[in-house]
T-cell receptor, first 108, second 112 residues
Framework: AQRVTQPEKLLSVFKGAPVELKCNYS??????LFWYVQYSRQRLQLLLR??SRESIKGFTADLNKGETSFHLKKPFAQEEDSAMYYCALKGGSEKLVFGKGTKLTVNP | DVKVTQSSRYLVKRTGEKVFLECVQD?????MFWYRQDPGLGLRLIYF???????EKGDIPEGYSVSREKKERFSLILESASTNQTSMYLC???????????FGQGTRLTVV
């Protein structure tokens, strides 16, 4: 079974502080992992995916197969980072499942 | 620019009505998905389709069915709407392998 766990419903940090949004997954095969973001009143959109190993808007995420984690990190949070963040996993059957999401608030 | 368009932004229906939610994408994507989004529960997959006329159940298919007669269109059907189906419904589409899913703007359905 595919499962994604985001343990924090809410995360609040101050501007300029580091931020880490946690994601753990359960899947027996080789997963594709993604982070999606939903800003207020906007569509859900892709932030980054593990196969690209890229940094988007200062965010990075590393797949740790040993710990089955894909945590999202940013060294210096900005107010415009405030949003809902979802971790997602795609397994071999094209099934794409999401976690429950973490609402990030960056305070001035 | 990829477009995933859901037919309605807001919908109010009565208990017991048959409800159709329509989704159209213009990028020739093979995969299409229907989710419901509820506070504290995140996105839960209802059904997905990886080809025309092909469908697979997601994690919460009860009370729903889907139809995909054409590649660009994926319909979600509530056979007999109930109040616990009041939710935000999101449609998404993607190519098969290793690519992102593009989402529609969502349909907020209220069943009274």
């Amino acid at each position: 079974a595919q499962r994604v766990t985001q343990p924090e419903k809410l995360l609040s940090v101050f501007k300029g502080a580091p931020v880490e949004l946690k994601c753990n997954y359960s899947y027996s095969g080789s997963p594709e992992l993604f982070w999606y973001v939903q800003y207020s009143r906007q569509r859900l959109q892709l932030l980054l995916r593990h196969i690209s190993r890229e940094s988007i808007k200062g965010f990075t995420a590393d797949l740790n197969k040993g710990e089955t984690s894909f945590h999202l990190k940013k060294p210096f949070a900005q107010e415009e980072d405030s949003a809902m963040y979802y971790c997602a996993l795609k397994g071999g059957s094209e099934k794409l499942v999401f976690g429950k999401g973490t609402k990030l608030t960056v305070n001035p | 620019d990829v477009k995933v368009t859901q037919s309605s932004r807001y919908l109010v229906k009565r208990t017991g009505e048959k409800v159709f939610l329509e989704c159209v994408q213009d990028m020739d994507h093979e995969n299409m998905f229907w989710y419901r989004q509820d506070p504290g529960l995140g996105l839960r997959l209802i059904y997905f389709s990886y080809d025309v006329k092909m469908k697979e159940k997601g994690d919460i298919p009860e009370g729903y069915s889907v139809s995909r007669e054409k590649k660009e269109r994926f319909s979600l059907i509530l056979e007999s709407a109930s109040t616990n189906q009041t939710s935000m419904y999101l449609c998404a589409s993607s190519f098969r392998v290793g690519t992102e899913a593009f989402f529609g703007q969502g349909t907020r359905l209220t069943v009274v």
